[in-house]
């Protein structure tokens, strides 16, 4: 599954590293799916890495998002973020 974000003015939005457990990314993977905030979800090179999109429409949702919701998903070792908020997002730039 491929998709990028559209700029959206009123929306924060971040991409989350996730390294997780051998063999566990399709659960990881079906977990995330659930998660209404997560918008795109891509496999990575590496050692079981997946790359997901996040958008809400504040930086607490977004930080609520991943902390509450992704980090907590049985089989995730650990998660790297990369917030691009409102105020990274200059015209003509694209998440």
Do not use: W
């Not at 457990?21 to 977990?31: A, F, G, N, Q």
């Not at 905030?37 to 079981?48: A, H, I, L, M, P």
């Amino acid at each position: 599954m491929s998709k990028t974000f559209q700029v959206e003015e009123d929306f924060e939005k971040a991409y989350v590293l996730i390294k997780c457990k051998t063999d566990s990314e399709r659960y990881v993977l079906d977990h995330l799916g659930l998660i209404t905030n997560v918008k795109e979800v891509e496999y990575t090179t590496g050692v079981n890495y997946v790359l997901v999109g996040v958008k809400a429409d504040t930086i607490e949702r977004l930080h609520e998002t991943i902390v509450s919701e992704i980090q907590k998903i049985p089989m995730i070792y650990s998660t790297t973020t990369l917030i691009c908020g409102q105020a990274c997002m200059g015209e003509g730039n694209e998440l």
